[in-house]
């Protein structure tokens, strides 16, 4: 396969992720240090099984269970065969850790049409119930994973983890570890960028490791070596990842909701392309890379399958009995228009080819299915999964009215062309939609809380037209802000060493800004109130048990405003068993 200078099109594109506010004038310094590189960079295939007796090779990618609802969740495993043919999988659920009296069972067969991977939609379950489930297959059992139903009426209190952008050869998942010991979670979200499909082992040599990682002095170099573009290719660098132990561990204990961003398929994905998909270089034509990259993602992920003849409307909403809606958004791969070049120093404005009333980063459909959700939603809580950041990021800050070559414009010059930024139509359609009025029904709907993932940094930030424009907006009060939104950084992905009062100081509807720490967010939600707490770990060029609490922003109902929270929140006292360790994985006595 031929390589190329990739073309950039963003602050965003692959050198910028974390260079992005430097860029903008935000910082001065060097760029921090690469952390470098388990489990598929010694070159073995990591999709082919040895001996059907040995523990890990029935079974050798692990478990996940995911798209719960209050009476069923997909449980996944992947059979790994010593040699090709239809291969015939048990599974069963229990309520005991230990998997005795099983409530439900059945058999499946796979093959390697789907790569051997087996997903169950298990049915007729109880809602807010932990359950236990297990696989069995060429005379080995699997792992013992554990999941849980979503709960209906009564529910006070979730509590849930939102990750991002793992990036295998960069470093050590050990966000994922750290998440799966946590015992009293509801639910898990991945945000995106659940792969990267760039090349590892240092090819080729215009993709810079300090970005997307090298991989060999940690022993993760990727498999395969080379940028990802066929089925063939997108199945074995899932595989790869999912030899990872903590990615194992925390779909083995916790059901995941998952949503593609643009790594799962190309850099900066859009409808009709990508920024790093060049068919002149032998990459073929997208709509081939991106049909492959969806298989793939569909068979290695425990998501509810699509209809075959539509797989990519990925979009999906979870019930949390009345306390929370979720609504899984595609910014990505349906309606986007491609991204535009800058057209102002250090970043663009709303003029020109961005003031185009007709460009989209979701289609009408999607609008449709969202306005719908938000609208007849019976829950305390309306909050949106997605990709890229809803709120503004300028390198310039300005009020709206800055603008006179479009005075109904947004002001100021933006950073980021690949978020929302660089589509300012579609978002004050969601605006509208949000505030009532102007097309929309004339109702406001209250307490919408945006998670994003994407920038590998962490945010806490009210939503408001004009940010900038004091008559309009107070960031102490929180007058005029319409929702909130809270970002959360990367698993391993790097992020910048800006100045976060740099960033700040320019862009008031900030609230927390913290640029350089690899983590997660823990969502603990009641009637009164969502905290998000944002968790680091202390490296990553290391695989270890230590995190630290980053810090705490809340909204409280009907306020639609951040506000700094007083501390972590207590976990539940009372939670059920994680899964346990099996010790015999030999289906004649397991």
Not at 174 to 196: M, P, Q
Not at 252 to 281: C, F, K, L, T, Y
Not at 380 to 401: D, E, T, Y
Request: hydrophobic share 35%; proline share 7%; net charge negative.
């Amino acid at each position: 396969m031929g390589h190329r200078e990739k073309r950039r099109t963003s602050f965003f594109a692959p050198q910028s992720r974390r260079s992005f506010l430097r860029r903008a004038g935000y910082t001065a310094g060097a760029v921090v240090g690469a952390g470098l590189v388990t489990g598929c960079s010694d070159g073995a295939d990591v999709r082919v099984g040895r001996s059907p007796g040995s523990s890990d090779t029935a079974f050798a990618h692990g478990v996940a269970s995911g798209d719960p609802l209050a009476d069923r969740v997909m449980l996944w495993s992947r059979v790994t065969p010593a040699m090709a043919g239809d291969v015939s999988v048990e599974w069963r659920l229990s309520e005991s850790p230990d998997m005795t009296n099983p409530l439900r069972s059945g058999t499946v067969v796979t093959h390697a049409e789907r790569d051997y991977t087996v997903k169950v939609d298990a049915a007729g379950l109880a809602p807010g119930t932990t359950y236990y489930y297990d696989f069995h297959a060429l005379g080995t059992a699997s792992p013992i994973g554990r999941t849980r139903t979503l709960p209906e009426a009564g529910v006070e209190r979730l509590r849930m983890a939102v990750v991002s952008c793992s990036n295998y050869p960069f470093g050590f998942f050990n966000v994922y570890g750290r998440i799966a010991e946590r015992a009293d979670l509801d639910v898990v979200l991945h945000l995106g960028d659940y792969i990267y499909e760039y090349p590892g082992r240092g090819v080729p040599p215009e993709v810079n490791p300090d970005e997307y990682g090298d991989g060999r002095s940690l022993g993760r170099a990727p498999e395969p070596p080379y940028e990802i573009v066929t089925l063939d290719d997108y199945r074995t660098r899932y595989a790869c990842y999912r030899t990872d132990p903590d990615l194992q561990a925390v779909h083995r204990q916790h059901p995941m909701i998952v949503v593609w961003d643009d790594h799962e398929s190309a850099n900066n994905s859009w409808q009709g392309g990508a920024q790093n998909h060049d068919p002149a270089r032998g990459e073929g034509p997208w709509p081939k890379r991106e049909t492959a990259s969806v298989q793939a993602y569909y068979e290695w992920l425990p998501i509810r399958e699509s209809e075959p003849d539509t797989p990519l409307p990925i979009y999906r909403s979870f019930d949390f009995g009345d306390l929370v809606r979720l609504n899984m958004l595609d910014t990505r791969l349906i309606g986007r228009d491609e991204q535009l070049d800058n057209n102002a120093e250090n970043g663009f404005t709303d003029t020109g080819a961005y003031a185009d009333s007709e460009r989209t980063l979701i289609d009408n459909d999607q609008y449709d299915w969202l306005a719908d959700q938000l609208q007849n939603s019976p829950a305390r809580w309306q909050l949106l999964g997605q990709q890229v950041m809803f709120g503004q990021l300028k390198a310039v800050g300005a009020p709206n009215s800055a603008n006179t070559e479009n005075p109904d414009g947004q002001g100021g010059v933006f950073i980021n062309a690949d978020q929302w930024d660089g589509y300012p139509r579609a978002r004050e359609r969601v605006w509208r939609l949000i505030r009532g009025g102007q097309g929309a029904p004339n109702v406001a709907i209250d307490n919408i809380v945006v998670l994003t993932g994407d920038i590998h940094t962490s945010w806490a930030q009210d939503i408001t037209e004009d940010p900038n424009n004091p008559d309009f907006y107070n960031p102490d009060t929180g007058t005029g802000s319409m929702a909130v939104e809270f970002v959360g950084t990367s698993v391993t992905s790097p992020g910048s060493n800006g100045d976060p009062e740099s960033v700040k100081s320019q862009n008031p509807a900030m609230q927390y800004v913290e640029l350089a720490s690899r983590g997660y967010m823990l969502l603990d939600i009641t009637r009164e109130r969502v905290q998000s707490e944002w968790w680091f770990v202390d490296d990553i060029e290391t695989r270890n048990d230590r995190q630290r609490f980053g810090a705490a922003y809340l909204v409280e109902n009907s306020q639609n405003h951040v506000v700094a929270g007083e501390g972590a929140s207590v976990e539940r006292q009372t939670a059920p068993a994680l899964a346990p360790v099996r010790a015999n994985f030999n289906t004649d006595t397991a």
